[in-house]
């Protein structure tokens, strides 16, 4: 059975390359605002992230499943590592929005406790494309252990984006 699921796996796999979505990549930088809601905590916030060019799933509008990786700052020494997935959907020619999630490590520093080390990402943005690779845009993220700790406090944080496509 093992051996029949591997099997099915790569297949998978490899049909898969030929819906490689075809976009460039995109690396973002963000700056904000940490513990807008519920804002007992705020600092300013540094955000860089970096979503890959091949995804899996182009369909139209629907760019694809993307892997995303990234990382987040704050002023109150806090910071937060992840890895997860993005599914870029073009609104117009040159608007899109990204919705994405993951799973990451948060350090706390003097910043908000979230619970623990372990953490889910959240993320909704909507960018414009200017020009020949250049964006700007707004996001929102949300990070949270989903009750996998005891305390589940989460927070949000709010940015100011600007990318860069890179092929």
């Given at each position: 059975?093992?051996?029949?699921?591997?099997?099915?796996?790569?297949?998978?796999?490899?049909?898969?390359?030929?819906?490689?979505?075809?976009?460039?990549?995109?690396?973002?930088?963000?700056?904000?605002?940490?513990?807008?809601?519920?804002?007992?905590?705020?600092?300013?916030?540094?955000?860089?992230?970096?979503?890959?060019?091949?995804?899996?799933?182009?369909?139209?509008?629907?760019?694809?499943?993307?892997?995303?990786?990234?990382?987040?700052?704050?002023?109150?020494?806090?910071?937060?590592?992840?890895?997860?997935?993005a599914t870029p959907?073009?609104?117009?020619?040159?608007?899109?929005?990204?919705?994405?999630?993951?799973?990451?490590?948060?350090?706390?520093?003097?910043?908000?406790?979230?619970?623990?080390?372990?953490?889910?990402?959240?993320?909704?943005?909507?960018?414009?494309?200017?020009?020949?690779?250049f964006r700007l845009?707004?996001?929102?993220?949300?990070?949270?252990?989903?009750?996998?700790?005891?305390?589940?406090?989460?927070?949000?944080?709010?940015?100011?984006?600007?990318?860069?496509?890179?092929?």
């Amino acid at each position: 059975m093992r051996k029949t699921w591997c099997a099915a796996f790569a297949a998978v796999l490899l049909l898969s390359r030929a819906t490689l979505a075809a976009d460039p990549g995109v690396l973002m930088a963000g700056v904000g605002m940490y513990d807008i809601i519920p804002n007992d905590n705020r600092s300013a916030a540094l955000h860089v992230q970096y979503r890959f060019a091949d995804g899996f799933g182009e369909a139209g509008a629907f760019r694809g499943l993307k892997p995303l990786t990234g990382g987040m700052v704050n002023t109150d020494k806090g910071a937060f590592g992840f890895a997860g997935f993005a599914t870029p959907i073009r609104l117009t020619r040159t608007v899109e929005l990204e919705p994405s999630a993951g799973v990451g490590a948060h350090h706390k520093g003097d910043s908000t406790f979230l619970g623990g080390t372990f953490q889910f990402h959240l993320g909704l943005g909507v960018s414009r494309r200017f020009g020949d690779g250049f964006r700007l845009g707004v996001d929102l993220t949300h990070i949270s252990n989903a009750r996998i700790h005891k305390k589940n406090r989460g927070t949000n944080i709010l940015l100011a984006t600007f990318g860069w496509e890179i092929r």
